[in-house]
């Protein structure tokens, strides 16, 4: 692991820590969702600093409660924040609370049903075996942010499908969701609602179209190579 890795880590190991340690300026609240087709089991955690100025949202596999650690390399990021700013008080503050919290589990039950409906379809076009993948890290990357610790792959199409996010406070509502299918150097999101199997026709007749360009170029700059290859043999020509 890189310094700049360490450091990261220990910087949010250290979040961690000193949100349980001093609870006069930190706080770490945990919500467990369960029954989840796909994840099985996700606990979402708010992390609030006053140093920070927000109320942080991060997903992780499994079930944890109070009082549990959780490394740093186990937590996602996922830019979707509480804001209770406009609570008067601690009740208004719950409500909002509920509500927003409410929200994103409605987000991430939605989400993580949706991307099992895509596993069959997945499976038929991909024509090979179509893995769960349960991590935080994704080999191949994505155009938006993830909102689930959870990802199809299709290893023979060397593709990855998996529920994408926007940005978005919990207090403007839900947030944008979509479906994101990627290979290494090209990538697509659909809306959350759209027919899985005209997505995925969709996306490898993109694909097919990406790799012939890429064909195309990567022979047009070998037949640049060998013309001056061609001229190195004699002495070059004379520039007028």
Known sequence: MSDDGRRHEDGAEELLRRALLDASDAAAVSL???DLPLSEVVTVIFHGRR????????????????GATVS????????????????????QAQELYVEQAAALREALVGADTVL????????EVAGGTVTVERSVELEVPLPAHRLL????????????????CGARALSEGRP???????????????????DPERCLDEFLELAAGHARELAARLAHQEASVARFLELSGDDPPPLH
């Open 32 to 34: 467990a969702i369960g």
């Open 51 to 66: 140093d920070l100025g927000t109320i942080q949202t991060y997903v992780t596999r499994g079930r944890h409660g109070a």
């Open 72 to 91: 740093a390399r186990d937590l996602m990021r996922v830019p979707c924040d509480l804001d209770l700013g406009d609570a008067a008080d601690r009740e």
């Open 116 to 123: 099992d409906v895509w596993r069959e379809p997945l499976g």
């Open 149 to 164: 610790p959870v990802a199809l792959v299709a290893p023979e199409r060397q593709l990855v499908v998996a529920p994408v």
């Open 176 to 194: 944008p969701l979509g479906i994101a299918c990627a290979q290494q150097d090209l990538a697509r999101i659909y809306p959350l609602p759209d």
